[in-house]
């Protein structure tokens, strides 16, 4: 039986000489697995090969078993056509970074149709977000993410906003004016950037925070070992040192 449903790629994975294992993030479905038989064969067939890269947004036929792992994708062509991401080497290492931080985070196959449209909309204003606006994407989507997955840090209380002393425990994702006992907090400078960062509910507001690249980088290293605390077996995100490489 085939279905509708759109996708966005996360991974996609040579096998033999012709064909790509794909990992679609779909709408109806999930997180699912594709075989894609093919698409690398020759000069006709490796254009459809560039649907498949990440984070590509595609409309899918696809057949689809519950049973089974590994599915199978009828038809595939683009929902929305990115001007920058795929060509632009800083917002596409942004992207790829992005997709793989959803990879690791999302285990079940289950369907979550707002994270979908969440990450959906998240790529499309990527794509046309202006240098410093893209800049603090990263750090933008690894705190509203958590939102979706189900260990996202909570709203710094009134009352501490104007505390002498602040800190985030990555623990416990709660802000407070007491030191946790253990080293896995932000203190009050990089614990204030984060409540701002998680009060912005659109990416186009995100050039309200002007942060230098020395602490973006801090702070997406401590954003990461906050997924790290909290997924089990979350590992190492490869592409980070290439996205640091990449903005510096």
């Known amino acids: 039986m085939t279905h509708k449903t759109k996708g966005i790629v996360l991974r996609a994975i040579r096998y033999g000489e012709t064909s790509l294992v794909v990992t679609v993030f ?7 697995t594709y075989m894609v038989n093919g698409v690398r064969s020759s000069k006709k067939s490796g254009a459809k090969a560039v649907l498949y890269q990440p ?64 990450c959906e909309d998240m790529f499309q204003q990527l794509d046309e977000a202006p240098p410093e606006i893209a800049a603090n994407f990263p ?27 602040l800190y985030l425990d990555l623990v416990e994702g709660n802000f407070t004016d007491i030191a946790p006992t253990h080293p896995h907090f932000l203190e009050k400078e990089d614990a204030l950037i984060s409540s701002e960062l ?48 990449v903005l510096g």
């Open 26 to 32: 779909t709408e109806v479905f999930g997180i699912q």
């Open 55 to 118: 984070p590509s947004l595609l409309d899918m036929i696809v057949y689809h078993q519950d049973q089974k792992q590994m599915h199978r994708i009828k038809e595939a062509n683009w929902s929305f056509l990115y001007n920058n991401i795929l060509t632009d080497v800083i917002k596409n290492s942004i992207a790829v970074f992005i997709t793989e931080l959803i990879h690791k985070t999302l285990k079940q196959p289950e369907a979550n149709a707002d994270l979908f449209y969440f």
């Open 139 to 165: 750090l933008y989507c690894c705190l509203h993410l958590t939102h979706f997955f189900g260990f996202q840090i909570n709203d710094v209380p009134p009352e501490l906003a104007t505390a002498e002393h």
């Open 198 to 245: 998680l009060r912005i509910m659109q990416p186009h507001e995100l050039n309200q925070i002007k942060l230098n690249k020395q602490k973006r980088r801090q702070l997406l290293h401590k954003y990461i070992e906050y997924y790290s605390l909290h997924i089990t077996d979350f590992g190492q995100i490869k592409t980070l040192r290439v996205l640091e490489e």
